[in-house]
């Protein structure tokens, strides 16, 4: 006996999610969009099935706003066993190289400013990149011979945190585009060895942290309650705020011009609130607010 299909409601905002161990970012968006019976939903930077943490879920309107979350800074905090690469620079991978040598805490701490800053970057070859129209992973892990050109990444800061012979934790702050298992492979690399991921965990996207994430069992209990407003992930976006009036005007699609002393006269990107609620993303030209993206029913 079949049940009863469930109603799709219209539900917009965020669930920051921290996504468990051995579940995909895909799968995590599908269950959450089953748990809140959503009509539509979407994520915010993929997170690998073996890494946890901060994965940001947009609902309805918040999908909008999706390259703005992606777009901002992540922190990673990921432990590196030395001595091993394997073929995917994670612990799911075979075995490809080995090596004997063991660096000290002093000489790992003098190799990190070389990988901070924008440097150049050869993604794992397990990856989401897409090769000639087809996913680098999906090629791999058909036996197709994968070749990755080096792309230019920002890192901010890179700490060492803890460091036991074997194995050592760190922690990175980034740009967007940064991958983690590839800083591991070329930073045991530089130090003469071997390395490769074997624990991930993302407590920072954008504004979302792990201050304010959910597990899937807190949504079970209270999926509503898990919901944040669309306009968490737009902070630090510069804010245009609107009267009942011009926004009206911005949610037909029109240009409105912006009144009063402090009205801004450029702005490359904004968005446009009426009593604290998101009405449209855009820019100002010649003291315009333009709409690019109007979002309706936005908290």
């Known amino acids: 006996m079949t049940g009863e299909k469930r109603v799709k409601r219209d539900v917009s905002g965020w669930i920051v999610l921290n996504k468990p161990y051995d579940m995909t970012s895909t799968q995590a968006v599908g269950k959450v969009r089953w748990l809140l019976g959503a009509k539509k939903a979407g ?11 901060v994965l940001p879920i947009a609902l309805g309107e918040a999908t909008k706003t999706v390259p703005i979350v992606q777009d901002g800074r992540k922190v990673y905090r990921f432990t590196v066993k030395w001595g091993e690469e394997t073929t995917t620079d994670d612990a799911e991978g075979t075995v490809t190289e080995r090596s004997d040598v063991r660096a000290d805490e002093a000489t790992i701490r003098g190799a990190l ?12 070859i397990f990856s989401a990149i897409k090769v000639d129209g087809e996913r680098a992973y ?7 011979a994968v070749v990755l050109e080096p792309r230019p990444v920002v890192i901010d800061t890179l700490e060492l945190l803890e460091h036991n012979g074997d194995s050592s934790e760190l922690e990175m702050t980034c740009e967007k585009g940064t991958y983690v298992r590839a800083l591991a492979r070329d930073l045991a690399r530089a130090l003469g060895t071997r390395g490769h991921v074997i624990a991930l965990h993302r407590s920072r996207v954008g504004p979302f942290s792990d201050a304010i994430a959910v597990s899937i069992e807190d949504i079970e209990r209270n999926p509503d309650g898990a919901v944040v407003p669309v306009a968490a992930g737009l902070e630090g976006l510069p804010e245009v705020r609107l009267s009942t009036q011009q926004a009206q005007v911005l949610r037909h699609g029109n240009p409105v011009l912006l009144t009063g002393a402090a ?5 490359d990107s904004a968005w446009a609130s009426e009593a604290g609620a998101p009405v449209a993303l855009g820019y100002v030209e010649a003291g315009h607010f333009h709409p690019q993206r109007v979002i309706l029913g936005g908290t």
């Open 138 to 144: 999906d090629l791999a892990r058909a036996g197709e």
């Open 263 to 267: 009205a801004p006269v450029r702005l």
């Open 113 to 124: 400013p070389a990988f901070t800053g924008e440097i150049m970057q050869t993604p794992p």
């Open 43 to 53: 994520h915010a930077g993929t997170l690998d099935p073996l890494a946890t943490g």
